[in-house]
Each structure stands twice: as C-alpha cells, then as structure tokens.
C-alpha cells in the first residue's frame, strides 16, 4: 500500500499545481461568490440621509431600523449637507426627524413627525417613505397598545401597575423572539427574503454544489489511468488493477478530507457557519465514489465534465437556489429525500446515496475481478 | 525452460494459430516472424499469459500456465508493441514507479545501471523529449526490473535509428548469455533477426519468410 501510494506521490508530483486549484476550487468559489453577492448588493443600496432634529430614544430607535435595512445606506448629516446632497444627486432623498418626534408619538400623533427632500432624480423616496411610515406605524401602536393595557389594567382596578415602558419593552421582547423563531424555518440558509428582497446565502450551499462539481474534474486521474498504455504492464506487477485504483480512491478521500477540514475552520471564521463534521464527511465520502463511479462509467473526460454539469445543475435547481421552486421544494419531501445537498444542509448523513454508491462500488469490483482473472 | 505443447488460437472460429509445438531453451534467443496480421502479437500475449490458447499447454519450467499463472506471471517481463511509459515523467521517475509496483525491490542505483547498459543515460530527461530509439529502450528497461525468466519483446526496434537497434540488440543476447534469460522476440528486420537469432519460427501461410531465413542457413520452424 506504501508502495501505492508512493507511485502515486510521483505522478501527483507533476500536476500539483492543477491539483491545488481543483482540490481548492469550491473554497475559493464559495468565497468569491459570497463576496460579489455583498458588493453587488451594495452597489444596489440607495443612499440616503437621515436629519435628526432631536436626540432621544425613539429617533435614534428609527434611525437604527433604518439602517438595518439591506436597501439604503443611511448617513446622518445636517439638514443643510442633506439639501445640498440631494441637489447634487448624491443622496437619493433626505429624512428630517422633526423637534418634538417623541413627544408627539407618545401622543399617538402621525402628523408632521418628518419632513423630506427629493429631487426629480428620486427614484427610491417613495419605498424609503413607506419604511419609514411603517416604521413609525409599529411604534405608535405599540404605544397605542400600551396605553390601552394600562387603562383596562386602571379599570379593572389591577394591581400590577406596568408602566407603558414596560409595555413596550416585552412587546420589543415578544416581537424579538418571534423574529429567532422566523429563522429557524430558514430553508436551507436562504434566509427569508427581507423587506428589499435580497437573499443571504449559506456558504456551505454553494460549497456543496461546487465541491460535486470539481470532485468529478479531479477524478479523471481514473480516466486517464483507465487509458492509459502502461495499463498493459499491470498484470505482470505486484498489484491488482482493482486494489491500484481503491487504494488511490482512498488517497484521494483522505486528501479532499484534509481541505474539507481547512473549508470548515475558513467558513467558520468568516461567516460563522457551521455544519456537523459526520454530515460533512459522509457527503464528501459520497461525491468522492459517486464522481469515482461516474468516470469508470462514462470512461471519457468531455463527458465525465458534461455529466458533472448536468449533475450540478440538477441540484442548483432542485435546491431551489436558481429558480424560486423555494415553496415546491420545502413542502415535498421526497425532493428532500433525493438531493443529497439539502440533505447535507439539513445535517442529515445521506446515508442512501452512500449506500448507492456502495453497492456500485461492489458491481465495479466483482467486474474489474473478472476482468483481469 | 519454456515448453509450448500443441497450442491453437482462434477468434471467432477464424483460426490464427494451429497446433503449435516447440521449446526454448534458457540462454536462447527466438525470433518470430510472418507478414503483418500473421498472429505474432497474439502468440506473444498467449506467452505472457494475457490471453488464453483455445487449446493445448504451456510450461516454464515445472509450472503450468493456466494452473500457476500468478507465479508465471512474476517471472515474464513483456515489452509491449506499443510504448508503455508514462510520458509525463522522467526518465528517473518512470524506473520508479514500475520499481514501486515491482515484485522486485531495486536500488536507485541499480534502476540507473539498467538503464546505462542499453547507453539511455538521459536520466533526469522527460519521456517526451526523448527520442524514439531512447523511448523503446525505455520501453525495455521498465520490463526489466524484476529480473524475469522470460523476456517478451513485441516489435521492440520498430521505427528506430540503426544504432539504438544495434545497442538493443547487443544488449538483448548480452541478457540471454549472462543471465540465461529465455528471449522471444517479433520483428520485421530480416538482417536483425538472421544475426541475432538461435532460431526462427515463421508465422502464417506466406513462404516468403521461410525461402528467405533458409537461404541464410538459419534453423526454422514454421506451421
Ligand atoms: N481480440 C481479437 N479479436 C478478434 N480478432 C483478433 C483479435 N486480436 C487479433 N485478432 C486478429 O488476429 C490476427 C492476428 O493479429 P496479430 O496477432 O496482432 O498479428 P501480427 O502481430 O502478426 O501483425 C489478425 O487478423 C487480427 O485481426
Ligand atoms: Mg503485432
């Protein structure tokens, strides 16, 4: 098995450099992919500027929704920079948090809170003013809420005594809590669509379809050893074709084992995503055989990479990561069932495709027996 | 002691071989010849083991072909008619690879040496900037590194230089005398084979070859 394994150092030696970027690529993609989809998201932001004539708990409350936002970007200027940006088409449109902002929502009064600039050139001010409008619609009727509680409670001669900060402040909580519930339902870490509608990505999604797609162009080794002349001379060496290829196979699991690993702690420290390492190993046990059994099959290199794209375009759409089939493939389980990287994401082993796989080895070891008796 | 008793070969009832008897000896060096499609490559893949005869028995010494073939097969080096290198490595890396996969072990050294004895010293040169005489020497010196009994050697001079033939063929009779290796070997060189072989076996209907090996006073057998 040294010996194997040694003979395979030498020709590994030769192709090292293709060898890094294949066993690589669906790191790297993932991260490129990710950090494009931020730019281009920002590129996307409007920007927009924010006058607060006062500074008190509830202007600042609106001013930090807004900028939790995925959709604007928000800069906090005086209200004379803002008319000048917006002149100049620099801000898309301006927000100025009226004196008295406060005071007149404890009131329950929606009138003259804001005033805004915009210019012919505003194509976001209206979505920013609903924002906010519904941004203020929240507070005011949890305002609104409070006050009633507080009346029924004086009415019913209740004994508790909230004050309406108390109020608002479990509302907030309640609300909150509602919002962690939301993510749990997150559906294979797309996270929901937010109010702008930009999706965020797992990277352990876009590293599974990748990591099936370059696992099949790394194995045309078997490919290319399966061709190759000095096939011929195997009968007359130590080693039986059979046992040459799965202890390479193994080579090469150990070897995608190892970057997986280095995958695992990158995604962790940049995006701090995790995936249970036993679902990771048994989906990268499973392409390894998968692309090992593909290539045995389909014995040339064009067609081992167009089966491979197909294969991960599959999977790209049954995932619903490029199509919106979220809702189809949410509610049918057997789709579930049969996409392996829902699986993985799920954290669930996909132990049929493993056995598929298993078995497939199986008929391609009784037949290379055969082969060579 | 190579013993081939009464063996015939067919592919699909056309028949290429028939009832073929003959022995060689250890030290002896068997040319075979016959116009192209006669069945020399397929009489030297029966020899090797890697095709099976229709009929008859072979020998190497006490054992029998298809009821020890594992051991046969550690003692039969094969050079095939076409290259079987790796073209991506070296010289060096290629003596390596085969010795990895060897049932012998061999030094560094001693891989060099086999390699020098046929004067292919571009050791450190990658196969695909060698020449074809250095390829098919390449191409010999690979069968050789488990020291094997029987050397089959399938067209090994086909499209080369003068000289590298002359230093293969040197080299081949210096391996059947100083090591008593057994040699069977096919090629289309009359001159080459008259110098360089104990005896002829002739393959195929056509007489040309045999008119031609008897007028040069060589033993052949022909069927
Ligand atoms: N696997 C095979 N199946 C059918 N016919 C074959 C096979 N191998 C060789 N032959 C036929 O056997 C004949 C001898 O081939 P071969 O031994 O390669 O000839 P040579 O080496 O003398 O040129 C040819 O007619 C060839 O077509
Ligand atoms: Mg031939």
Request: charged share 25%; glycine share 4%.
């Amino acid at each position: 098995m040294r010996d194997i394994i040694a003979a395979r150092f030498l020709l590994l030696k030769k192709n090292a450099v293709s060898l890094i970027i294949w066993l690589l690529a669906p790191l790297l993609i993932t991260i490129l992919f990710l950090s494009t989809v931020h730019t281009v998201q920002d590129d996307f932001r409007v920007p927009v500027g924010v006058v607060l004539e006062e500074e008190t708990p509830s202007t600042n409350e609106l001013y930090e929704a807004m900028e939790q936002s995925s959709f604007v970007t928000v800069s906090l200027l005086s209200e004379r920079e803002a008319i000048r940006q917006v002149q100049q088409h620099e801000l898309d449109s301006a927000f100025v948090i009226k004196e008295g902002y406060e005071e007149q929502i404890q009131e329950g009064n929606r009138r003259d809170l804001l005033e805004s600039y915009y210019s012919d050139r505003s194509f976001a001010y209206n979505s920013v003013k609903e924002m906010i409008v519904s941004i203020i619609q929240q507070e005011t009727g949890r305002i609104k809420a409070a006050n009633t509680v507080i009346a029924l409670e004086r009415e019913l001669n209740g004994t508790s005594n909230w004050t309406e900060q108390e109020i608002i402040a479990k509302s907030r909580q309640i609300q909150a809590e509602e919002d962690l519930l939301n993510n749990e339902f997150r559906y294979m870490g797309e996270a929901p669509a937010d109010e702008s509608g930009l999706i965020e990505w797992n990277p352990w999604m876009i590293w599974a379809f990748a990591a099936m797609l370059f696992t099949i162009f790394l194995f045309d080794w078997v490919i290319k050893e399966q061709n190759a002349s000095v096939n011929i001379r195997i009968p007359f060496t130590k080693v039986k074709f059979s046992v040459y290829m799965l202890i390479n196979l193994a080579f090469y699991i150990i070897l995608l084992v190892l970057v997986d690993l280095i995958t695992y702690a990158c995604f962790y420290l940049l995006y701090e995503e995790e995936v249970s390492l036993l679902t990771l190993l048994s989906y990268r046990m499973m392409t390894c055989i998968l692309a090992f059994l593909i290539v045995t099959i389909v014995r040339k290199a064009y067609l081992s990479y167009i089966l491979a794209i197909t294969l991960t375009i599959t999977l790209v759409i049954l995932s619903g990561a490029l199509l919106p089939l979220g809702a189809l493939t949410i509610n049918s389980s057997w789709i579930h069932l049969i996409n392996p990287v829902s699986r993985f994401l799920s954290g669930e082993w996909t132990i049929e495709w493993l056995i598929i796989c298993i078995i497939g080895m199986g008929i391609w070891y009784v037949r290379e027996e055969r082969k060579y008796a | 002691m190579l013993k081939i008793d009464s063996i015939s070969k067919s592919f699909q009832r056309k028949k290429i071989i028939d009832k073929l008897t003959f022995e060689v000896n250890k030290g002896e060096i068997v040319g075979l010849v016959g116009e192209n499609g006669a069945g020399k490559s397929t009489l030297l893949n029966i020899l090797a083991t890697t095709l099976k005869p229709t009929a008859g028995n072979i020998y190497l010494n006490e054992w029998h072909y298809q009821k020890d073939k594992k051991t046969i097969r550690k003692h039969i080096g094969f050079v095939p008619q076409d290259i079987a290198i790796w073209e991506q490595l070296t010289v060096e890396e290629n003596m390596k690879f085969f010795e990895k996969l060897s049932w012998k072990k061999k030094s560094v050294q001693e891989l060099k040496q086999i390699c020098l004895d046929m004067s292919l010293d571009r050791w450190n040169e990658p196969v695909k900037n060698l020449s074809g005489g250095m390829k098919r020497k390449l191409n010999l010196a690979i069968s050789l590194i488990h020291d094997p009994a029987v050397l089959l050697l399938d067209e090994p001079t086909v499209g080369i230089d003068l000289k590298s033939r002359k230093e293969i063929g040197a080299y081949l009779r210096k391996q059947a005398t100083e090591n008593n290796r057994i040699i069977i070997y096919t090629s289309h060189d009359m001159d080459e084979i008259k110098e360089l072989c104990d005896r002829v076996i002739t393959i195929g209907e056509d007489p040309f070859y045999k008119e031609l090996l008897k007028e040069a006073g060589k033993k052949v057998l022909s069927f």
